[in-house]
């Protein structure tokens, strides 16, 4: 159901939905605010089980109206019951929400999917972002699907294959000699003085529901009904503070029970500002600069941090942070089993999760969802020179008993 | 002269300017001269307990003023200061 209102999430100014991010009356961060009554008035359950596969079976949560001009048909990812990686970590009712499926492989598509739709109903012509990969990847993509313009900003030194597959679908990537909070700088810069859609900036209100609907699905997935635990990775925050309103909202509409969730975040230790503060039982959150191997979560100044930490601990939940070695071991972890390959942020995850577990803030009888955002091939550096090399063989059977069977057996 | 950029939100209260000048000094001292030039801009910024505010981003330079000495960051003739609503992240 299109909103037709913003509101300040610090100080409540309400606003006519358009084409802002910013509360002009205290320079807050506006929210788009739904009309639950109205929401809680339709049969919002058969609604959504008749509806397609993909985010937009949720429209009636969504801030703007379906547009099929700019549909990948994201969302609706598997939620894979990980028995064996459950096994490794000693966790009876394992989850994984594999996102790492999605049209250009992050879930990212989600909340593209959505900026780009109100993009569109704005009557922006040109789309933009700051990102750290994924982002541009995804906004590139979306800008082709509606024939519209792309331009995608990235900090110098991102992974190859994330620019690349940013460029192949026509957009303009602008490389930025600096760090991703230089970019997003810039980007917020550039959005005050040119009428572009810059989706995590201007178009910010609309593009962050779409975090919610990694919470819907989990439980529409789960059979309507919230897990007992969720790992997410922590980048700007947002992410994090998405899924933990998505449950709540969904009870608040009364699709299901009032959720018990311990939403516990994850960060990369050279990268760790919302950790750091949760540890030092603060809410004011301390710039960093980033250095880790999770280029998708080096981001030194989260602007949603407070907000995340305010989500962590109303739950119970924990921010955790792990070193880049604990992250490629997160990664090989998950691929060895459960076959899913991601990206260092889903690494960040996957080893926090065991954190979690062996300090006992994860109750090994819970159900518990990890979010991996992203796939491993757009990230092969991380783990490129851990990989036992290629079984070189002559075209014989005795070559392959030599080389191959022998040292297996 | 270090020269302060406006972002549209609160062009609002400096008659639609984009870019304002102040005196060299820090950084405190710049934002009280604006708010006197400019009442209630001082309270976008600061709060009462004289820090800046969360979702509020303050650049001397390019540098944000947070890795930098904060509120009293000195501003020299040169000095470009941008303030950005904290939009991090993506």
Redesign the interface.
């Known amino acids: 159901m299109a909103v037709d209102r913003l509101r300040c999430r ?1 100080c409540g100014t309400e606003v006519p939905a358009g084409p ?5 009356a ?4 506006l929210e788009t605010a739904y009309d639950f009554d109205a929401l809680r008035r339709l049969p919002l359950r058969a609604r959504i089980e008749a509806g397609p596969k993909s985010i937009w079976r949720y429209a009636d949560l969504l801030p703007v109206p379906y547009d099929p001009v700019v549909d990948l048909s994201p969302g609706f990812t598997p939620l894979v019951a990980a028995r064996r990686l459950g096994e490794a970590l000693g966790l009876r009712h394992l989850y994984v929400k594999n996102d790492s499926v999605n049209p250009t492989w992050s879930f ?1 598509d989600r909340s593209v999917s959505i900026g780009t739709a109100a993009a569109r109903r704005f009557g922006y012509d040109v789309l933009a ?4 990969g994924n ?1 541009a990847h995804s906004v590139a993509a979306h800008a082709a699907r509606a024939g519209m313009r792309a331009c995608v900003f990235v900090h110098a030194g991102i992974e190859r294959a994330k620019v690349l597959a940013a460029a192949v679908y026509g957009a303009t990537v602008v490389e930025v000699d600096g760090d991703y ?2 970019v ?2 810039l980007c ?2 550039i959005g ?1 003085e040119h009428r572009w859609a810059f ?3 201007n178009m ?1 209100p609309y593009y962050s529901e779409g975090g919610k609907t990694l919470a819907y699905e989990v439980a529409e997935q789960l059979g309507w009904r919230a897990p007992d635990a969720v790992v997410v990775p922590v ?4 992410l994090l503070v998405k899924i933990h309103t998505g449950f709540r909202e969904l009870a608040e509409l009364g699709l299901i029970a009032a959720p018990k969730t311990r939403v516990h975040g994850a960060q990369a230790e050279g990268c760790n500002p919302v950790a750091a503060a949760f540890k030092d039982g603060t809410d ?4 960093v ?1 980033a250095n880790t191997i999770a280029h998708s979560l080096a ?1 030194g ?4 941090g ?1 907000y995340a930490l305010a989500a962590v601990r109303s739950t119970g939940g924990r921010i955790e942070a792990v070193t880049d070695e604990e992250i490629v071991e997160g990664i090989e972890l998950l691929a060895h089993t459960e076959g899913i390959f991601t990206e260092p942020a889903g690494g960040v995850t996957v080893a926090v999760l065991r954190k979690l577990v062996r300090s006992g803030a994860i109750d090994p009888e819970h159900t518990t969802v990890a979010y991996v955002t992203g796939m491993g091939l757009k990230a092969q550096e991380a783990v490129a020179g851990r990989l036992p090399e290629t079984v070189r063989i002559k075209p014989t059977l005795r070559a392959f008993e030599g080389a191959v069977l022998a040292p297996a057996s | 002269m270090a020269t302060v950029r406006i972002p549209t939100p609160m062009r609002r209260y400096t008659n639609g300017e984009r870019i304002v000048t102040v005196a060299a000094g820090t950084l405190a001292a710049a934002i009280q001269e604006l708010d006197g030039r400019y009442p209630g801009l001082g309270e976008r910024l600061v709060d009462s307990g004289g820090q800046l505010h969360p979702f509020v981003n303050v650049f001397v330079n390019d540098e944000d003023v947070r890795l930098l000495q904060g509120l009293a960051t000195p501003l020299d003739d040169r000095a470009e200061v941008a303030i950005i609503p904290a939009m991090a992240g993506g």
């Open positions: 610090e802002v991010y910013v509360c002009e205290c320079l807050g961060p990212k972002c700051a990102s750290t982002l909070d230089d997003n700088r917020a810069q005050d989706l995590n900036v910010r980048a700007s925050g947002n004011r959150v301390r710039p600069r981001i100044t989260p602007a949603d407070r």
